[in-house]
């Protein structure tokens, strides 16, 4: 069984690196071709000088995603995911409500494998509702997007998915999520929203390593317990 996981991984990570560098080519190459064959004069100085500050930040917003979400939807998933986009508002919480239906345990082999199923499925109903949509209901859903009354519902739509996701695991594991919960809002408080947006990719590492810290000296017995566990395990 452990060898199989272990191909099953390796596999993962293939297939995903490929997957993922043929996405990338794709995206890159659009507005390439786009403006050859439309014979646009296309100033290089200009477009690196727009996109070196984008890519510094949205590279270091990036980074912190990945290694906050690996751990919850594994590495298949998370390929997945990267590649089909609409991450934190659709993926996430398909992956994550997969899990709970199923009785797993996000980070475990089998919650791993359940992520990949979610996202796929998510990322093909995703496709199938947009097409139609953009087909037959895009008359009629336009004026409800732009309703200024209801507006103030979708720019909220996001923090309400966390919020329902996060709720189930803050209250079984309060200790835990104390300072991780506590200390990001404070600093929000403290610098203003609009200025927490612009600076949000510089401090999430710092929140991540802190919040890994406090969980680890809350559970440090626990880690040490599991890992003399699984060297006995080995030995025998």
Request: aromatic share 10%.
């Amino acid at each position: 069984m452990e060898t199989n996981m272990k191909d099953f991984s390796k596999l993962t990570h293939r297939v995903g690196r490929i997957t993922v560098m043929l996405a990338l080519t794709c995206f890159t190459m659009l507005p390439v071709v786009l403006a050859l064959y439309y014979k646009v004069n296309v100033n290089v100085a200009i477009v690196f000088a727009n996109a070196v500050p984008m890519f510094i930040t949205f590279a270091t917003v990036a980074v912190c995603e990945n290694l906050s979400y690996e751990p919850i939807i594994g590495a298949g998933g998370l390929y997945v995911a990267c590649v089909t986009g609409n991450v934190s508002n659709l993926k996430i919480p398909a992956a994550l409500n997969a899990i709970e239906v199923a009785g797993c345990e996000p980070g475990t082999e089998k919650g791993d494998v359940l992520s990949i199923i979610a996202i796929s499925a998510s990322s093909i109903v995703t496709v199938i509702i947009v097409f139609l949509g953009m087909l037959f209901l895009a008359p009629l859903i336009e004026p409800l997007f732009n309703n200024p009354y209801i507006q103030p519902a979708f720019n909220n739509l996001i923090p309400a998915l966390f919020g329902s996701i996060m709720a189930p695991f803050i209250i079984k594991n309060k200790k835990e999520s104390i300072l991780p919960v506590v200390l990001p809002v404070i600093f929000l408080l403290i610098v203003s929203r609009e200025k927490y947006a612009t600076i949000q990719g510089y401090v999430m590492p710092i929140f991540i390593l802190i919040s890994m810290a406090y969980s680890y000296l809350l559970n440090k017995d626990l880690f040490k317990n599991t890992k003399n566990t699984k060297n006995n395990s080995q030995n025998i």
